[in-house]
Structure formats: C-alpha cells, structure tokens
T-cell receptor, first 113, second 114 residues
Framework: NAGVTQTPKFQVLKTGQSMTLQCAQD?????MSWYRQDPGMGLRLIHY???????DQGEVPNGYNVSRSTTEDFPLRLLSAAPSQTSVYFC????????????FGPGTRLLVL | GENVEQHPSTLSVQEGDSAVIKCTYS??????FPWYKQELGKRPQLIID?????GEKKDQRIAVTLNKTAKHFSLHITETQPEDSAVYFC?????????????FGAGTRLFVKA
C-alpha cells in the first residue's frame, strides 16, 4: 500500500491563480480531511468528507473547494490564490469504525507570491 | 466554535526527566483524543490515543489521561530521550454527518537536552 499520497510536493503560485492539490489513498478509508499548517501553529481543518458525494466545512474553509467523487481521491481546489494561503497542506484519511485514527500524507508546501 | 487549547507551547527538559503536556477542549461531542508527534519537515505521526470511555492509557514511556468532566487530557512522557525532541499535538475528534471532525491544539515544542 502506498498509503496517503499528495501531489505536488511543492508549488509556487502567483496571486489570483487557481490550482488543485491532489490527495489519494489506497486503504479504502471512508473518511478524508484536508488541513493547513502555518509556522508555529497546529493543523487547522479546511474540509472533510465521510465518503463519495459528502463533504463538510472545517475551521477555515474560505477560499477552498473540495469534492469527493470516489473513495480514493479528495482534491482541494484553490479558486483564486492569495498570499495568506501560503502554507503546508496535509491530507489525511481515516478508516470508519477505527475511532478516528488519521493517516497523514507527506504534505504539499504552497507558496503564493 | 470548537477549539483545543494546548500548554505549554515550548517545553525544555533534561534527558531522563518527565515531560507533561496539557490540553483542554470545548466540544462536548468529542469522544476520541489522539496525540501526534511531528519532526521537522515530516508529517504528523500518531503516538497514542484515548477514547472517551477510558480514563488512562499507557504505552511504554508514554501515557495519556482524560478527564471528560473537566474536558482535560494530558500526555506524559517518562525517561525522556533526545529522540523525543519534536513538536507534539493534541487533538479532539467527534463524528459528524460529514465525517470525523478533528480539531488540533497549537502544538508543544519539546526539547530534550542530553
């Protein structure tokens, strides 16, 4: 199993550009989440999902969209990038019934100029 | 909204001493409390967790306690070693319609001096 994978590892954007951060897992986990981590801060929840077609907002959803068309994939879209979105983004997945134990991807480091 | 407070933000101990990190949470629906260790440039890794029907759990040098009435939970590391140096995060998780909603504390940077 590859576990949770994220692409790209690093990305530079200009203000106003859009992009999609990819996240995939091959563990057949129902639950998936996106977090951002800023320097000196914890992980803040952006969006999460219980399965295909079902998503919900976390603590900091503004400026981000998600969709869940398959169990395996949970892409995060930045509609119009802003410097405040410079951060490290982590995707995580959880097996339903496992009590919430999350497995994290390696992260995507995003720089918005 | 829901939040998790974590203290201290930085903790420095001598090798062999104990380290204690404390968290409080606000969401009464939280029923799962994991602790993660994050080394520089790496992803968070689960080190121990506790569920709401348990008051204490131990795994070798690491233990976690939970007081649901007071909404407090703590991480205890005994006989600390230099390789324990990292950032530690507590979290509180609850099951919602959209999935597991997990809120993290801001983290504690632990330094273990040899």
């Amino acid at each position: 199993n590859a576990g949770v994978t994220q692409t790209p590892k690093f990305q530079v954007l200009k203000t106003g550009q859009s992009m999609t951060l990819q996240c995939a897992q091959d563990m057949n986990h129902e639950y998936m989440s996106w977090y951002r981590q800023d320097p000196g801060m914890g992980l803040r929840l952006i969006h999460y999902s219980v399965g295909a077609g079902i998503t919900d907002q976390g603590e900091v959803p503004n400026g981000y969209n998600v969709s869940r068309s398959t169990t395996e994939d949970f892409p995060l879209r930045l509609l119009s990038a802003a410097p405040s979105q410079t951060s490290v983004y982590f995707c995580a997945s959880t097996l339903a019934g496992a009590g919430g134990t999350q497995y994290f991807g390696p992260g995507t480091r995003l720089l918005v100029l | 909204g829901e939040n998790v407070e974590q203290h201290p933000s930085t903790l420095s101990v001598q090798e062999g001493d104990s380290a204690v990190i404390k968290c409080t949470y606000s969401d009464s629906a939280s029923n799962y409390f994991p602790w993660y260790k994050q080394e520089l440039g790496k992803r968070p890794q689960l080190i121990i967790d506790i569920r709401s029907n348990v008051g204490e759990k131990k795994d070798q040098r690491i233990a976690v306690t939970l007081n649901k009435t007071a909404k407090h939970f703590s991480l205890h590391i005994t006989e600390t070693q230099p390789e324990d140096s990292a950032v530690y995060f507590c979290a509180a998780s609850s099951l919602r319609t959209g999935g597991f909603k997990t809120i993290f504390g801001a983290g504690t940077r632990l330094f273990v001096k040899a």
